[in-house]
């Protein structure tokens, strides 16, 4: 977020000044019909309305009237071990962080383990550790901060969980069959969840509920990834900021 | 955070004009002597000026020059069960959320509880909880979210440890003796620490290190919690936002 300085404001009122007294002096001349008059009247306004904007950009840094809220939202990225999520999810954040209109957060299961302490792999507490993600979302939604986000979220039950929490939250599959994902890992994580070396592994050992009806599904079987970021960047635009 | 709607702008740009259409009637007529035409000039620059304006406007809202990044800072208010932290960290809270300059979050021993699992008093559990908090923290201030923050946190050591992960940490010391903060005891927790029902009870069976150079001291047995708020708030104005 960012304040107003007073340079900007000074900034502002020469800026105007060029336009506003160039518009003057031709409406002096088209008036009076004389060059020399119209300049000397522009010269002396010049140097008076600078102050007078200065001023009125000042009184207007204390009046809210006409600043919109943002509303903030949740691109939430759920799909399958190495289906793509976390890379497409970074390339989106970079993109809306470049962007610079709206405060960003990026969330993802790695990163949030220092904060949120490490729990199991069952059910429960994959759903107890998602409501937690919720309550950190809603933390920084609460202060205008949408965020990038993305966690296999398995279970439908879970999504809806956090969904409910949020607001915007758009739902992002990332899909690409299990043959795929085995194909893409290259730390073997598949390789030790289909040896029995890894419990509730989704995919493998545990179930994937496949979102039914997500807000964007992104086919990275035919999508790349700048590709994939590119729908999600415009989806957000055209959604949420028509207006800027 | 806010987004300049274009309301904003057309409202600047009427005010703007009423200002600056009465400089340039008045410059005119001072150069000129006639007032008709002074007039008639004047109402040709209203029309065609508020749109020039406006344009203006929307032009510099692309434009980020001049504007600051919001330094956010977090205030740490530490002190004994019962010496007061919370409800002034309330109130303080209350007087930055109306102020409305910049974007606050408050977080409490209380409602952290729902994020941050419940883990013991011991100190290893109480060194662990509170560097949660600091990446908590740590989180909302990229975001350039301020915090007011409660905690007992009663060793000098973990509150040294979220001064160093976090920036402008703002350490204010609510003071009380243990006799008053006994007195004050609506919910019976010392008495029950007192009687051994509960442990490691700060102030009783616990250590706790009084900051050594906290850059607030509150006392509680002096000031009232109005005051010690009104202190806390001024500070933050002089050293953070004098140019405002």
């Known amino acids: 977020m960012y304040i107003e300085t007073k340079l900007r404001s000074l900034l502002k009122a020469i800026s105007w000044r060029f336009f506003a007294t160039l518009t ?5 001349f088209v008036f009076f019909g004389r060059l020399d008059l119209a300049i000397a009247a522009g010269l002396i306004e010049l140097v008076i309305k600078i102050m007078v904007y200065f001023l009125h950009e000042r009184l207007w840094n204390k009046v809210k009237i006409g600043k919109k809220k943002i509303e903030p939202f949740v691109l939430w990225f759920t799909g399958l071990p190495k289906s793509g999520k976390t890379v497409i999810a970074d390339k989106v954040y970079e993109k809306l962080k470049k962007w610079e209109y709206i405060p960003i957060e990026r969330i993802d299961s790695k990163d949030i383990r220092d904060l949120l302490p490490e729990i199991g792999f069952d059910r429960e507490s994959r759903k107890l550790h998602l409501k937690r993600v919720g309550i950190l979302i809603k933390i920084l939604q609460k202060n205008s901060i949408s965020v990038v986000a993305s966690f296999v979220s398995p279970y439908k039950e879970t999504r809806d969980c956090v969904k409910e ?4 939250f758009i739902e992002i599959f990332v899909k690409a069959s299990v043959e795929t994902c085995i194909k893409r890992d290259d730390k073997g994580v598949y390789k030790e969840a289909l040896e029995g070396k890894r ?3 989704t995919g493998v050992s545990d179930d994937y509920d496949e979102p039914a009806n997500p807000e964007i599904l992104l086919d990275t079987e035919k999508l790349t990834i700048e590709e994939s970021a590119d729908i999600v960047f415009e989806y957000v635009k055209k959604r949420f900021y028509k207006d800027l």
Do not use: G, V, Y
């Not at 929490?165 to 915007?168: D, G, P, R, S």
């Open 24 to 28: 003057t002096t031709i409406i002096i």
């Open 165 to 168: 929490m949020t607001k915007n």
């Open 199 to 201: 419990k509730n592994f």
